[in-house]
C-alpha cells in the first residue's frame, strides 16, 4: 500500500502561481512513477502530469505545458507540481497518484490516489 496525501491548493487569482505537495509514505517511493491528475466540476477527470520513477522524464498535458513543472523528491517521498499562470480553467480538485505499470503515464493504470486537493482560480 502506497498513502498518498497533497497539499497547498487555495484560491488564486488568474495569473498567480500556487505549490502542490504530495506526501508519500508506505511502500518504496520510487518504485512507483508519479502524476498529477484534476477533475473539474462536472466534468471527468484529466491528466495533468507525470514524471518517473528517477524523475528523469517528465510528461505534461498541452493545456499546461510551460506553466506547470512536476517534480519529485525521492529522498523525501514527496511530489511537486508547480503552477503558474493560473487560469479560470485550470480550477478543479488535483490529485495525486502513483503506478507501477508500464505504458504511457498518461493513460496506464495507477494504484493509488490521494484524497485530492481544491484549486481555484479567480477571475
Do not use: H
Not at 16 to 44: D, E, V
Not at 79 to 95: F, G, I, N
Amino acid at each position: 500500500q502506497v498513502q498518498l496525501k497533497e497539499s497547498g491548493g487555495g484560491l488564486v487569482q488568474a495569473g498567480g502561481s500556487l505549490r502542490l505537495s504530495c506526501a508519500a509514505s508506505g511502500r518504496t517511493f520510487t518504485n512507483y512513477a508519479m502524476g498529477w491528475f484534476r477533475q473539474a466540476p462536472r466534468k471527468s477527470r484529466e491528466f495533468v502530469a507525470a514524471i518517473r520513477e528517477s524523475g528523469g522524464t517528465t510528461y505534461y498535458a498541452d493545456s499546461v505545458k510551460g506553466r506547470f513543472t512536476i517534480s519529485r523528491d525521492n529522498a523525501t517521498s514527496t511530489l511537486t507540481l508547480q503552477m503558474s499562470s493560473l487560469k479560470p480553467e485550470d480550477t478543479a480538485v488535483y490529485y495525486c497518484a502513483a503506478t507501477a505499470w508500464a505504458g504511457p503515464l498518461a493513460t496506464t493504470k495507477y494504484d493509488y490516489w490521494g484524497q485530492g486537493t481544491p484549486v481555484t482560480v479567480s477571475s
